[in-house]
């Protein structure tokens, strides 16, 4: 009975291993789009978490500068002994023990140590100070926004080296695929040459150039197999899956014309996060040159404590107090006014600043809808070029089954088709990207 329970219970772990590993697999082969590796990339990696801690970094700040409205209220436990004249007078009138005969010229001089138990609530309210709090909330709420820029434009990034290692892998496969054909042709080549050669329509030499052919191509694919093992790694990585898996590519649906360059260039200036850094970096200046005047305004806040004195803590006498501050800044060594000197040139760096990006934005726009033109050109040549090459492939066999041709000339034909094959699908791939690359120039990422 024992042994049969312990042979269900081995055949339940093998089942349940068994389903493990092919969920698993299943996971690894699970359909992969390029609009989902970017969203990934966007917000399952390291990277990403890392740009989402930037901006909750700048909110808190934002609540740091917040701060400034309120009371600071603090609390002081202090316990001193001493013998110093000015102590003992002091700490015997807070406590409330002074009496005539510490009038005494000896004990005003040379006093007994006297302990003093201290213990103080403190307030401080500040009333005004030039804006100087309000002006800080706005410098850290415009560097919350610039964060929240720049993690959009980092985004963007990694959405783009998403797209770049999505594009690599399907270059790669499609390459796998292609050495796999050359390799069958090569074997089919190879049993062709050897057929003519046993009945003497050929030499040994037709044969021995058809296995030096079968082995190059014997060598390159394996190369892209070992390729394409390192782009799936890398396409892991950038889109936050593990190494492990291999996901199965979904080639992107061709996309249509993407309209003048006019109106890309004018969506892209109104909503690309770099041109909204660059005009919050403005508010920015304009924000700390209102700072650095308003430190030449008057400052006014109130003052409050209560404290306990005694020599313990069983005995402690209160006290309190309550007052005013008005402080004027009245010089501070020209310190004020290179402020707001170095206020105003950060303006006009800013607006300088902004300008650049405007026109690098343009140039961005403009070149990547050229790129994208050449590229579906070249995709168009590199059709026809790989039609071309598969037909001489075809009839120079048929040739060379007649006798016409040598098998030098089948070889050259397989090597053409292959590279053909090879640029036609880069030009393929390098469209995807474009496509990508442009989405990343206007914003839309």
Do not use: C
Not at 215 to 240: F, K, N, P, T, Y
């Amino acid at each position: 009975m024992t042994r049969t329970a312990g042979r269900g219970v081995a055949t339940i772990l093998l089942f349940s291993g068994a389903f493990a590993a092919g969920v698993s697999a299943a996971f690894a082969q699970m359909p992969l789009t390029l609009e989902e590796a970017m969203k990934r990339a966007r917000g399952a990696t390291a990277d990403a978490r890392a740009l989402a801690s930037t901006f909750d970094e700048a909110d808190a700040r934002v609540r740091q500068a917040q701060s400034g409205f309120w009371p600071r209220v603090d609390l002081t436990e202090t316990v001193q002994r001493s013998n110093n004249p000015v102590f003992a007078f002091s700490s015997l009138l807070s406590q409330r023990r002074f009496t005539a005969e510490n009038f005494a010229i000896p004990s005003l001089n040379h006093p007994d140590p006297v302990t003093n138990t201290r213990t103080a609530i403190g307030l401080e309210q500040p009333i005004f100070n030039g804006g100087l709090t309000t002006l800080g909330v706005d410098a850290a709420k415009l560097g919350r926004d610039m964060a929240a820029a720049a993690r959009e434009a980092g985004g963007q990034d990694l959405a783009f080296r998403a797209a770049q290692a999505f594009v690599r892998v399907l270059q790669l496969e499609a390459a796998v695929r292609a050495t796999d054909a050359a390799v069958a042709a090569a074997e089919s080549d190879r049993q062709r040459a050897r057929a003519r050669r046993d009945v003497g329509l050929v030499t040994e030499a037709d044969v021995l150039a058809v296995d030096v052919h079968l082995a190059d191509m014997h060598q390159r694919q394996i190369a892209a197999r070992g390729d394409l093992s390192v782009a799936r790694i890398q396409l892991a990585e950038a889109v936050g899956l593990p190494l492990t898996d291999s996901p199965m590519m979904v080639r992107p649906r061709p996309r249509s014309e993407p309209g003048d360059a006019e109106s890309l260039v004018r969506e892209a200036l109104a909503s690309h996060p770099n041109h909204r850094e660059a005009d919050l970096d403005i508010q920015l200046a304009d924000n700390a040159r209102r700072t650095a005047r308003a430190a030449l305004m008057p400052t006014v806040g109130l003052q409050g404590g209560w404290e306990f004195n005694g020599a313990t803590l069983g005995d402690q006498q209160s006290s309190w107090l309550v007052g005013a501050q008005v402080r004027m800044n009245l010089f501070r060594g020209f310190a004020d006014t290179a402020r707001m000197t170095e206020a105003h040139h950060a303006h006009l760096r800013a607006t300088a600043e902004r300008e650049r990006v405007e026109r690098r934005i343009e140039v961005d726009v403009r070149t990547a809808l050229a790129q994208l033109a050449a590229g579906r050109a070249r995709e168009e040549a590199g059709r026809a070029a790989l039609a071309q090459a598969r037909e001489s492939q075809r009839i120079i066999r048929d040739r060379y089954e007649s006798g016409l041709a040598t098998v030098t000339d089948v070889l050259r034909s397989a090597e053409a088709k292959l590279d053909a094959g090879s640029r036609a699908t880069a030009t393929e791939m390098d469209v995807i990207l474009q496509v990508v690359a442009l989405d990343r120039a206007i914003g839309r990422l």
